[in-house]
């Protein structure tokens, strides 16, 4: 599939030229020109995210370390050098730890809130003023948030705590998950209706390539200085940045036909509010449904049917879990006694297991499996699958004394992260199926959806580390606490999937 791909994007499928642009976008430039530009984009932005993620553990670290050993008096061996930073294994001490992943574990959950409050809104910008104005706004929030890190971590020196501050920049433009849901509407609005999911398919490979190839040069820069790809993040988010200036506006516009379509709503709201003093005296009629039953009954789709219901909770559960593998350079580095920029490479193994999942494993079993079979069927059986190895994936990551044993469990573990647009996939169908118009009722569950996984990400990260930091004053056989919590929360998962019928 990335080669049709590939192909559509180089212009060499000499169908995809009789297919039509996007009738309403009022961008000028050929729709696989500015959907190249996005990816360029949004690859170039992702290698500056994937250069952070080891130094900056390893900065934050540093910097716990320093303190910890110059407040306790502490006296390293003779043969560590002074004057210079303290080696980093000399920093896994628990009390070192413990204040890291507090560290890491709130950053997550404070990150969470913006994308909580605002996202809703942003999208109504966007809807209105334009996609280039708010991805605008979000991309420039993330930069600052960083900068504000790096002032702090490496120019002011102010308590490390003073990280958290950052979060408050993600207010401008929503952060990330703004950022990302614009670079996929930008997509949608020019992209043609039949080459759509190519697009988005390249989009997603170029992420997980971007997490595959990247980790390996961030933890080889490492061995120079801490500074060297935390800056070159620096630079790359910079140089994404750059490629919003030609990017060009792809709100749709009104045609004619959906001006006069307003212009009849305008009327029939003027004669509404000309009407309202007739009709005000039949509202107080208790058998007349209040605004208050109509809300009710435009999410009535979750007490209808719950499967859907238990499947929406799904998410929120299955985030908090999700979030324990965030811990797992820090675990790795702290268990096995690897350094954090050798422990960094395990994000490129995960996104190397993501490829092969996403492009060959899951279109293969959706292809050839199951044939005759209904598509929630194969929604509802995969979902299965994954959720068990997810299970399995996490328990063996929390009980494993070798690094052998603990890269088995991961690969496990990522081979069930198919499960949520899987299941993403399942309750759509679930839903519709309610409904004759098959599309009412998606738009509020997709939003319901995003707030479940917005309330888990603000959960899970402090909730994380606090089972961490629990795990490492029971004792060293405990470190892995964290994922035996995520693999019990799968298992709660599993019930609810399993009770699921179609």
Known sequence: MSGIANRTLNGSDETTNLLPESPKSPAKWDWKTITFLCIVLCITFDIGDYLIQAPRLRLYESIICDEYYSTHNISLPQTVPTGGPIPEQHCKLDE????????????VAFDSISSILLAVPYGWVADKYGRKLVITAALGGCIMAYVWTLLVAGWWHLPLRWVWVSSIFLMIGGGNVTATTMASTIVADVAPLDMRSTAFLYRFTSDLVAECLTPPIASMLMTKSVWIPLLAALG??????????PLPETLPQKTPEDTAESSRS????????EQRPLLEADE???????????????FSFLTRD????????TFLVSKV????????????SKRYHWSIAKAGLLLSLRAAVNIILFLLVLPAISTYAFPGATAAFKDLTISRVSILLMIFGTLVLSVSPTPALMII?????TLGTGFVPVV????????????????SDVGRLYAIIGVMESIGSLLAGPGMAIAFRLGMKIGQAWLGLPFLVASALFGSVAGVVFWVKV
């Open 236 to 245: 790359f988010e910079l140089l994404g940045y750059a490629f919003i200036i």
């Open 424 to 439: 993403r996939s399942l309750i759509t169908s679930l839903a519709e199926s309610h409904h004759a118009s098959k599309t």
């Open 284 to 298: 107080s009629d208790p058998k007349k449904p209040s605004r208050l039953s109509d809300m009710k009954e435009s």
């Open 96 to 107: 070192i730890q413990d204040e890291l992943a507090m560290i890491q574990g709130w950053q």
């Open 306 to 313: 719950k499967a859907v219901a238990a499947l929406v909770f």
């Open 321 to 332: 879990g999700r979030q324990s593998t965030n811990l797992i350079i820090q675990y790795v």
């Open 266 to 273: 305008s009327e029939a709201l003027v004669e509404e509010e």
């Open 409 to 413: 469990g991961l690969v496990i573990y």
